[in-house]
């Protein structure tokens, strides 16, 4: 499964790297000086060691060891045991009685797989039947080889066993393992490996890009709630449209979002969406739906001028229900994303279209504007429209601001005057 190899690994020392302690989480630094006060080996593992090699800010602090988990459980109160395929600690830190931090500790995992664990002692064997193992042999079994460096409180060092300070000095993704075995067992590492190249500004290395193009077709026996959630992260870290551009080259888009038939003007949707999350104003989710959802309407049902909205409403319809549906979404969020499909459609029909005053008013125009004149470069025969609702909001106006869309304020009545009085 993997290519393990029993080899001395690589130790940088503390003046040849720039990890100081100083940058690392207060709490994750307790729980690692806790371990080895009680003589357990304990090394901060993962994406923190990778990204404060990179200076950048790590957003979790990982912890390897090679303590029991019912030995964490036991040294730590504050914790939970968590997992089913293999079992780990989560150490919950609070503040005025809220979950403010969570520090993620596991125990150093083996190679071997067992089906009947008759030659394995209970002490070294999961719940689920995962062998604990070394910490080499725990870094052959992670996914990356920029994910497997561990860093060594003990000596301020940094230990690599799988040639991940190479790459990451070259820039370069590489899977650990052979592809089609790794991709086999957890089919999300495709999807991770090509968001991890986006985040890092790195290449996927051939070997690896092969095995997603090979093994593509796998991510479709991924629990859709996971998709979904490495979806929803790519969101809030304002990725989306480089990543799907990427699973679209590798052939996984296909597989991924199936709904999305039409890919042309897709990414330009995207990345305007992408550009608001960088900037901290993260659009909702049924916005992402809708940008990748209109090209695909649009070619069905053209975004003309004359398009009749109830037949806009039928071709929205199918694709919206059906990616909502598979992924589990609400159906809040697959109204408001028909919502604003259906409003770029009423925006097409420019001014003849009757309510306009009304419908600037409504949550979803500003979303559908800008998707209408992103859409407008891609399909060329928009410009009439773009520059109907140019003038209609008064050029650079806010949509809210827009003219006719204020209340209209009722007149004054007028006083009557009083009647003269009659004489007695």
Not at 112 to 121: A, Q, T
Not at 280 to 306: D, K, M, Q, S
Not at 320 to 337: E, F, G, K, P
């Amino acid at each position: 499964m993997h290519d393990y190899e029993t080899r001395q690994p690589v130790v940088l020392a503390r003046p040849d790297h720039p990890i100081s302690r100083k940058l690392l989480d207060p709490d994750a630094l307790w729980i690692l000086q806790k371990l080895r006060r009680e003589g357990h080996l304990a090394y901060l593992v993962g994406g923190a060691v990778r990204d404060l090699l990179l200076g950048r800010e790590p957003k979790d602090f990982d912890i390897g060891t090679d303590a029991r988990p019912s030995e964490i459980r036991r040294l730590f109160r504050n914790s939970r045991l968590i997992g089913r395929r293999f079992r780990l600690a989560h150490v919950y830190f609070r503040r005025k009685g809220e979950v403010e931090k969570i520090v993620e500790v596991s125990t150093f995992r083996s190679l071997r797989k067992i089906d009947v664990p008759e030659d394995i002692p209970p002490e070294d064997l999961d719940l689920t039947g995962t062998v604990f193992g070394t910490p080499d042999e725990d870094a052959w079994r992670r996914d990356f080889t920029v994910n497997a460096l561990f860093y060594n409180l003990d000596d301020f060092s940094i230990i690599d066993h799988v040639g991940g300070l190479d790459d990451l000095s070259a820039g370069v993704l590489r899977l650990i393992g052979d592809p089609d075995d790794r991709f086999a067992e957890d089919p999300v590492r495709m999807l991770r490996a090509i968001e991890f190249a986006v985040r890092l500004g790195f290449r996927i290395e051939e070997r690896t890009a092969d095995g997603i193009r090979r093994n593509a077709g796998l991510l479709a026996t991924a629990s859709a709630a996971r998709l979904r959630e490495e979806l929803r992260q790519m969101e809030q870290r304002g990725i989306v449209g480089p990543v799907l551009a990427d699973a679209h080259r590798l052939g996984l888009l296909g597989t991924l979002l199936p709904e999305v038939v039409e890919t042309e003007g897709v990414f330009p949707l995207l990345e305007a969406l992408d550009e608001r999350a960088a900037a901290g104003r993260e659009p909702p989710e049924w916005a992402y739906i809708a940008a990748l959802l209109l090209p695909t309407v649009a070619r069905r049902y053209p975004l003309t001028p004359g398009a009749d909205l109830e037949q806009a409403q039928d071709t929205i319809a199918g694709p919206v229900d059906a990616l909502t549906h598979r992924y589990q979404i609400s159906a809040h969020i697959r109204h408001q994303t028909r919502e604003i499909l259906l409003s770029c459609y009423r925006m097409a029909r420019g001014k003849a279209y009757r309510t306009k005053a009304k419908f600037v008013r409504k949550p979803e125009f500003q979303e559908a504007w800008a998707f209408v004149q992103i859409w407008a470069h891609v399909a060329r025969d928009l410009g009439e429209v773009v520059e109907f609702w140019t003038a209609y909001l008064g050029g650079t106006a806010a949509p809210g601001q827009a003219r006719g869309a204020g209340r209209r304020r009722r007149p004054r009545r007028r006083r009557l005057a009083s009647a003269p009085a009659q004489p007695s």
